[in-house]
């Protein structure tokens, strides 16, 4: 397993080692042991899996507050997206600043989102999976957004007119977020 560091200090790209021959391929997608033996270490104890059927479908951007906030690690299991994380930690040296990710069945990178932070991914193909683990169970009471045209981010989506829930259309931007982690 390769750990790539990215301009936040706890979020990682992780690049599995994967073994293919003419049958296909074998990749252990997670092993807690291996993860703990790199610094990362915590207890992913819920499985998330999403279809998205159109391409240009944006999910997010997502957290949930204070005692049930997320660690999540994403991957994509069938067809590729552009995953974007948001630092939204108040006092944060790098808060409201984001990065963004290609992850995609082809090239197994997986992404560590750490508390604090804002996820959220556009399809770049049609009929897209994606599976996350996180380390915390999915709260409604706590459950948050920002707006994914926030014009303060000026995220570089690569769709300017997404395939949105109505829930994700109704996002504040991250100066009116709710984004209490303590």
Same mark, same amino acid.
């Given at each position: 397993m390769?750990?790539i560091?990215?301009?936040f200090?706890?979020a990682?790209v992780?690049?599995?080692?994967?073994?293919?021959?003419?049958?296909?391929?074998?990749?252990?997608?997670?092993?807690?042991?291996?993860?703990a033996?790199?610094?990362?270490?915590?207890?992913?104890?819920q499985?998330?899996?999403?279809?998205?059927?159109? $391409?240009g479908?944006l999910?997010?951007m997502h957290?949930?507050l204070a005692?049930?906030?997320?660690?999540?690690?994403?991957?994509?299991?069938r067809?590729a997206?552009y995953d974007?994380i948001?630092?939204?930690?108040?006092?944060s040296?790098?808060? &409201?600043e984001?990065?963004?990710?290609?992850?995609?069945?082809?090239?197994?990178?997986?992404?560590?989102? $750490?508390?604090?932070?804002a996820? &959220?991914?556009?399809?770049l193909?049609?009929?897209t999976?994606?599976?996350?683990?996180?380390d915390e169970l999915?709260s409604?009471d706590h459950d948050r957004g920002?707006?994914?045209?926030d014009?303060s981010?000026n995220i570089d989506? $690569?769709?300017?007119?997404?395939v949105?829930?109505?829930k994700d259309?109704?996002?504040?931007?991250l100066?009116?977020?709710?984004?209490?982690?303590?």
């Amino acid at each position: 397993m390769k750990i790539i560091n990215t301009k936040f200090a706890d979020a990682f790209v992780i690049e599995p080692k994967v073994f293919g021959d003419h049958r296909g391929f074998f990749t252990e997608s997670y092993n807690k042991e291996l993860f703990a033996q790199n610094g990362i270490d915590m207890d992913f104890i819920q499985d998330n899996h999403s279809l998205s059927q159109q $391409p240009g479908t944006l999910r997010g951007m997502h957290y949930q507050l204070a005692h049930k906030a997320q660690t999540k690690l994403v991957r994509v299991t069938r067809g590729a997206i552009y995953d974007v994380i948001v630092d939204i930690r108040k006092g944060s040296p790098t808060y &409201g600043e984001w990065q963004g990710f290609i992850l995609s069945a082809d090239n197994k990178r997986q992404l560590l989102v $750490p508390k604090g932070f804002a996820h &959220g991914f556009c399809t770049l193909v049609e009929n897209t999976e994606v599976q996350y683990k996180v380390d915390e169970l999915y709260s409604p009471d706590h459950d948050r957004g920002i707006a994914w045209d926030d014009p303060s981010l000026n995220i570089d989506w $690569p769709v300017n007119e997404p395939v949105l829930s109505e829930k994700d259309m109704k996002h504040p931007i991250l100066a009116e977020a709710d984004n209490n982690f303590e």
